[in-house]
């Protein structure tokens, strides 16, 4: 390892396709359960919020399933979806971003202040209307505070998927791992940071249009 | 019904009630390295974010940064470190207190930030100097924040050294990679499941930290929250 530069740029020039393909097949396999994560999640959080009592045990569920490590949740897996699937790797993530989106949909849907409530009540707003025009664009601060979160941990962590053979960038990490070659390392950490950052970037974008009155960061979980 | 009986077979195994492949072993393992990780991310982290939270200088970057952290892969760090620094517990530590410090560097800005300005205000008029303030007053304010920041940085530190097996490394990772390798799925799984067991455990720990062990005033402020 004396010798070897931490990059071979060349090594990078010539495998551009490959970067490609690794990083497109990433983003699917990262932000794909990120999108059902919030569909499941925004009904199931409207429920939590209407019946409080659903939510203390569905949250216990969920910081057990986030303590879950992934690789092993994928290896338990293969055995029904099979080896170096996308769904091995896709159906764990959901349930992480899902865990992630829960608490913050629930407290976006909480986080409506009573009066407004009352208010879109008086001016004769029934329970549907007032659902989809006031609380739930209260709620998007929130969702897009959860999603930056989701989203970040889940194009990280497909990473792992790796292991068990499907972790788009995360193949080389292996891969230079087995050749001492440190320079598909290094490329699969640039890219993963700069996917991250795009989608970060990009949900920032999305608030600013759906959210404009949320000027300042809203609480995202840790 | 198979899968009970592969956990019996994992648990009663003769490999892993002695010796250096034993479940006990492992435990104690994937603990030392776990809490060395955090130890350093805590020592590195809370000094900086109690300061920074406290002369609200770096706020934006700070949490910039731990934003950005959180997308560094781990298996990542793990195999470059490895390549650079060789197989040791530094390579796994190097990661792992990336991936540490940032939840605990939130919480303590955020605590301290969280503390009530007339508080703060009332300390320093009673005669207190910065350094005081910081630790007998905005310290104890941040306490629930910063267990919570534990707690999270804890559990992700626990399911995440499983990785360091991947790298020659021992802890619980080591039944799962194994288990993976060699197609014996009880190995796996039972693994899986002690690494879950102490996430859990961890939880719970600081679930009970934060009822009894917080100063009293905070701990009823905590709960009303």
Same mark, same amino acid.
């Given at each position: 390892?004396?010798?070897? #530069?931490?990059?071979?740029?060349?090594?990078?020039?010539?495998h551009?396709?490959?970067?490609?393909?690794?990083?497109?097949?990433?983003?699917?396999?990262?932000l794909?359960? %990120?999108?059902?994560?919030?569909?499941?999640a925004?009904?199931?959080?409207?429920a939590?919020?209407?019946?409080p009592?659903l939510?203390?045990?569905?949250s216990? %569920?969920?910081?057990?399933?986030y303590a @879950?490590p992934?690789?092993?949740?994928?290896?338990?897996?293969?055995?029904?979806?099979?080896?170096?699937?996308?769904?091995?790797?896709?159906?764990p993530?959901t349930?992480?971003?899902?865990?992630?989106?829960?608490?913050?949909t629930?407290?976006?849907?909480?986080?409506?202040?009573?009066?407004?409530?009352?208010a879109?009540?008086?001016?004769?707003?029934?329970?549907?209307?007032?659902?989809t025009?006031?609380?739930?664009?209260?709620a998007?601060?929130?969702?897009?505070?959860?999603?930056r979160?989701?989203?970040?941990?889940?194009?990280? @962590?497909?990473?792992v998927?790796?292991l068990?053979?499907?972790g788009?960038?995360?193949?080389?990490f292996?891969?230079?791992?087995?050749?001492t070659f #440190?320079?598909?390392? %290094?490329?699969?950490?640039?890219?993963?940071?700069?996917?991250?950052?795009?989608v970060d970037?990009?949900l %920032?974008g999305?608030?600013?249009?759906?959210?404009?009155?949320?000027?300042?960061?809203?609480?995202?979980?840790? | 019904?198979n899968?009970?009986?592969?956990?019996?077979?994992f648990?009663?195994?003769?490999?892993?009630?002695?010796?250096?492949d034993?479940i006990?072993?492992?435990?104690?393992?994937?603990?030392?390295?776990?809490?060395?990780?955090?130890?350093?991310?805590?020592?590195?982290?809370?000094p900086l974010?109690l300061?920074?939270? /406290?002369?609200?200088?770096g706020?934006?970057?700070?949490?910039?940064?731990?934003?950005?952290a959180?997308?560094?892969?781990?298996l990542?760090?793990?195999?470059?470190a490895?390549?650079?620094?060789?197989?040791?517990?530094?390579?796994?530590?190097i990661?792992?207190?990336?991936?540490?410090?940032?939840p605990?560097?939130?919480?303590?800005?955020?605590?301290?930030?969280g503390?009530?300005?007339?508080?703060?205000?009332a *300390?320093r008029?009673?005669?207190?100097t910065?350094?005081q303030v910081?630790?007998?007053?905005?310290?104890?304010?941040?306490a629930?924040?910063l267990? *919570?920041?534990?707690r999270?940085a804890?559990?992700?530190?626990?399911?995440?050294?499983?990785?360091?097996a /991947?790298?020659?490394l021992g802890g619980?990772g080591? /039944?799962?990679i194994?288990?993976? *390798?060699?197609?014996k /799925?009880a190995?796996t799984v039972?693994?899986a499941?002690l690494?879950?067991?102490?996430?859990?455990?961890?939880?719970?720990?600081?679930?009970?930290?934060a009822?009894?062990?917080?100063?009293?005033?905070?701990?009823?402020?905590?709960?009303?929250?």
């Amino acid at each position: 390892m004396d010798d070897e #530069p931490i990059v071979r740029w060349y090594w990078i020039g010539d495998h551009l396709g490959y970067l490609g393909h690794l990083l497109a097949d990433h983003a699917v396999i990262a932000l794909v359960p %990120v999108l059902v994560g919030l569909l499941l999640a925004v009904p199931l959080g409207l429920a939590c919020a209407r019946f409080p009592r659903l939510y203390q045990p569905l949250s216990a %569920v969920f910081n057990i399933v986030y303590a @879950l490590p992934s690789l092993a949740v994928f290896v338990v897996l293969i055995p029904y979806t099979g080896l170096a699937t996308q769904a091995t790797v896709m159906i764990p993530l959901t349930f992480y971003a899902l865990a992630v989106l829960l608490p913050t949909t629930v407290d976006g849907l909480r986080a409506v202040p009573d009066a407004v409530r009352q208010a879109a009540t008086a001016m004769g707003y029934g329970p549907w209307h007032r659902l989809t025009s006031v609380e739930l664009p209260a709620a998007v601060p929130y969702l897009i505070a959860g999603l930056r979160v989701a989203a970040v941990s889940s194009i990280s @962590l497909a990473s792992v998927g790796a292991l068990v053979g499907r972790g788009g960038l995360g193949y080389l990490f292996i891969d230079g791992f087995q050749r001492t070659f #440190p320079t598909p390392i %290094v490329a699969g950490i640039a890219l993963i940071a700069a996917l991250a950052l795009a989608v970060d970037l990009l949900l %920032v974008g999305a608030r600013r249009v759906l959210a404009p009155w949320a000027v300042r960061e809203k609480g995202a979980g840790s | 019904m198979n899968w009970l009986t592969w956990l019996g077979d994992f648990f009663t195994a003769a490999d892993h009630r002695s010796g250096p492949d034993s479940i006990a072993h492992r435990v104690s393992e994937h603990l030392v390295l776990s809490g060395e990780a955090l130890l350093f991310a805590a020592l590195l982290a809370v000094p900086l974010g109690l300061l920074i939270g /406290y002369t609200g200088r770096g706020v934006t970057v700070v949490t910039a940064m731990a934003g950005a952290a959180r997308a560094l892969p781990t298996l990542g760090l793990v195999t470059l470190a490895v390549l650079f620094a060789g197989v040791g517990d530094t390579a796994v530590l190097i990661p792992l207190v990336a991936l540490a410090a940032p939840p605990l560097l939130v919480a303590s800005v955020e605590g301290v930030r969280g503390t009530d300005p007339d508080v703060r205000d009332a *300390a320093r008029g009673i005669g207190l100097t910065h350094s005081q303030v910081l630790r007998q007053v905005c310290l104890p304010a941040a306490a629930p924040t910063l267990l *919570a920041g534990f707690r999270t940085a804890t559990v992700q530190v626990i399911a995440t050294a499983t990785v360091a097996a /991947y790298v020659g490394l021992g802890g619980l990772g080591r /039944y799962v990679i194994d288990g993976l *390798a060699t197609r014996k /799925y009880a190995v796996t799984v039972g693994g899986a499941l002690l690494v879950v067991l102490l996430a859990v455990a961890a939880q719970l720990f600081f679930a009970l930290l934060a009822r009894f062990a917080l100063p009293p005033g905070v701990r009823a402020q905590h709960r009303a929250r």
